[in-house]
């Protein structure tokens, strides 16, 4: 197996002081699709801010393509080909769907390429082609979601970090959404999944890292965690 694309090494972080990760290490190989799934506060979505340095570690080590990222500035991670997409959105509401997902490559200089991306996006998401020239605020939280994750494959990352992109969104929606994470893996994207979705999450994933209360509590391939006891009683409520 190559070398991980991102490794995340003991990690500590704190919010008001108070620590909520303790010592967290995980690693996703190129072209892997890994989750962590846990309970709402488990600290799922702190890893990942944490990898963007939106929440300092104040204790570990994050390396990105061999590189130490924990120090540099979050403008500097994104460079280096590091996408996440919050579980926030934050689309610009009064901005076109295209205009929002033209904002996605604004580090892209290859015009040609801006194209391409911009068709990937439409072919993943034929919705937002319907939608391109409409306001974000008028679109459903769905449709929003697969703005925010389209906005994110636009600067072609290296690893698509997704906060929670089932959150709110109708059973129909979560599996629209699902079908495309499927088919950015089947196209070789590396991602790193944040979801309460777990029996999904474990599916579609190569392997999982399953949080609570800040640590990991078990670890392993998707197919070895969904048939784990303690995750089928926690999670799956068999």
Not at 14 to 30: A, F, Q, T
Request: net charge neutral.
């Amino acid at each position: 197996m190559p070398e991980p694309l991102l490794q995340v090494k003991a990690i500590k972080v704190r919010y008001s002081g108070l620590p909520v990760i303790h010592g967290v290490s995980l690693e996703v190989h190129p072209g892997e699709t890994v989750c962590v799934v846990g309970s709402n506060g488990a600290g799922k979505s702190t890893i990942l801010r944490a990898v963007m340095a939106a929440q300092r570690a104040f204790d570990g080590e994050i390396r990105f393509g061999g590189v130490a990222i924990h120090d540099k500035r979050t403008e500097a991670i994104v460079r280096l080909g590091v996408v996440y997409v919050p579980e926030e959105k934050m689309l610009f509401r009064p901005l076109s769907v295209e205009e929002n997902l033209l904002l996605g490559a604004y580090c892209l200089e290859d015009r040609q390429r801006l194209a391409e991306n911009l068709e990937f996006v439409f072919t993943l998401f034929p919705r937002l082609r319907e939608r391109r020239r409409q306001a974000a605020s008028t679109l459903s939280g769905g449709e929003q979601q697969m703005v925010a994750v389209g906005r994110g494959l636009m600067s072609n990352p290296r690893i698509l970090m997704l906060d929670e992109p089932s959150l709110g969104l109708s059973p129909m929606l979560v599996d629209e959404l699902f079908d495309a994470i499927v088919k950015l893996k089947k196209e070789g994207l590396t991602i790193l999944l944040v979801e309460q979705n777990v029996r999904e999450s474990l599916e579609m994933s190569d392997r999982g890292y399953v949080l609570q209360t800040g640590k990991v509590v078990q670890e392993g391939t998707g197919a070895e965690l969904l048939q784990n006891d303690s995750v089928r009683k926690a999670f799956l409520g068999l």
